[in-house]
């Protein structure tokens, strides 16, 4: 597929007098660039113009740079900021795909996860991973084809400020907010003030566009020209009307703006649910078959790292839900973790960063939802607040680095490992999923 030409790639950057070539992606790392793709040199906490000749190597088709390689033969596109490059690429690329219905996807977690579910639902152009920042969503649109029906753009925040300028980038005909909690509370300072940035999402939605919101979150003062959908409770436009345990999972029976619908989720956490049916109203607001996005939505698997299950030997199963952490989250993996049958539940529970001032009340809080969970193992620094109060039945111990935990599984045992990513229990979740690829024969 032709992504790219040097044309467009000129009319983008407002350049002119390239060599002519075709692009079949746009790429920000030389480590994952594939054949065929144009390099973006970006400046950050490594200067990607040092790898430059890397991604020729690779099979680049031309480069974005700011100081031009002269010993390197590959085309070089010089441009004042490599960054504004990128944002000037995807802004083409947004006004191309002239037939594509924009899907913004925020809010306090689910994210990724409702992302993952929209874009097996409407098999649709996506955000990578968790391409959700300054980088991330400019190149999410330059890797937009333009004959797209559909995107997929998941769009995050550390700072006041940061979501509206991305929701303009992707001009949405439908903006997500999966729910509102307390990440990243020590930068943004009351749940109010992030209340208030998530919902600035709207700022970008497309006139006659549609804001997809819990059943309870406070949306006074969104604009008139935009209409608020809500999911979840009893009266939301897409609400649960059933739902059984399955297997690892869900089966739910739901009404989704007038449509009676049956579908499965693949997650052992019942919050999954609700970024389910946050997915599926999201689809039919994007012109998308009810129940045919149902039935895709059966085959949506768990992402790596936000509460997919492995099964290990001797009986041991892991809720891997490693990813990140906030308060919030934190207590729908505990509840996922005691709603399980167990011989014993074993939790191994990282910092939750970023909450500022508040973070070891927040940590400390989270004692009552241990409540049902046999063995808590804490790790990092802010999460010791949260072993000393424990009652002694449940201390499993604490541990200031990941590689320093030592567990003694048990047939029967279910085990939940999360944390925000920085304190780097995926590194732990890799050592114990070797038991289950045979590579490993002892307990971790």
């Not at 109203?281 to 698997?301: N, Y």
Request: contains cysteine.
């Amino acid at each position: 597929m032709i992504l790219w030409t040097s044309a467009e790639v000129e009319q983008a950057l407002d350049v002119f007098g390239l060599p002519a070539f075709q692009a079949s992606g746009v790429s920000i790392d030389s480590r994952t660039l594939q054949k065929g793709d144009i390099f973006i040199a970006l400046t950050g906490q490594t200067d990607g113009h040092a790898y430059v000749q890397a991604a020729s190597d690779k099979g680049a088709v031309a480069a974005i740079v700011s100081k031009a390689n002269p010993a390197c033969k590959l085309p070089q596109v010089l441009v004042p900021d490599t960054q504004k490059a990128l944002e000037q690429l995807g802004q083409f690329a947004r006004k191309r795909a002239v037939h594509l219905a924009a899907i913004a996807v925020t809010g306090s977690s689910g994210k990724t996860s409702t992302k993952e579910m929209l874009a097996t639902t409407l098999k649709a152009h996506k955000s990578v991973a968790s391409y959700n920042n300054h980088f991330g969503v400019p190149l999410t649109l330059a890797r937009t084809p333009a004959d797209a029906q559909y995107g997929i753009y998941e769009v995050g925040m550390n700072h006041a400020g940061e979501i509206a300028p991305l929701s303009k980038q992707i001009q949405p005909y439908v903006a997500v907010i999966t729910n509102v909690g307390t990440a990243h509370l020590g930068n943004l300072g009351s749940l109010e003030n992030i209340l208030s940035e998530k919902l600035s999402i709207e700022d970008g939605l497309v006139k006659g566009g549609y804001l997809v919101v819990p059943h309870d979150l406070i949306t006074a003062g969104v604009r008139e020209d935009i209409t608020v959908k809500r999911f979840g409770g009893v009266k939301g436009d897409a609400r649960v009307t059933e739902v059984l345990p399955q297997g690892d999972g869900w089966k739910v029976w739901a009404h989704v703006e007038g449509h009676d619908v049956v579908f499965d989720v693949h997650h052992p956490g019942v919050h999954q649910v609700t970024n389910a049916l946050a997915a599926l109203l999201a689809a039919s607001l994007a012109g998308a078959d009810v129940a045919e996005s149902a039935m895709r939505l059966s085959r949506a698997e768990a992402v790596v790292g936000r509460g997919n299950v492995h099964h290990l030997p001797g009986g041991v199963t892991l809720i891997d839900d490693s990813y990140n952490a906030n308060p919030h989250s934190m207590r729908a993996a505990l509840e996922t973790l005691i709603r399980r049958p167990a011989n014993r539940r074993i939790a191994v529970l990282g910092d939750m960063l970023e909450l500022g001032e508040h973070s070891i009340a927040y940590h400390r809080a989270l004692a009552d939802a241990c409540m049902g969970v046999d063995t808590v193992i804490t790790v990092g620094t802010h999460s010791k607040a949260l072993q000393d109060a424990l009652p002694d039945s449940q201390k499993g111990g604490h541990f200031n680095k990941q590689e320093d935990v030592r567990l003694s599984l048990q047939g029967g045992d279910t085990l939940l490992v999360k944390g925000s990513n920085g304190i780097g229990l995926s590194k732990l979740v890799a050592r114990l999923t070797q038991l289950q690829n045979g590579t490993h024969k002892h307990a971790v």
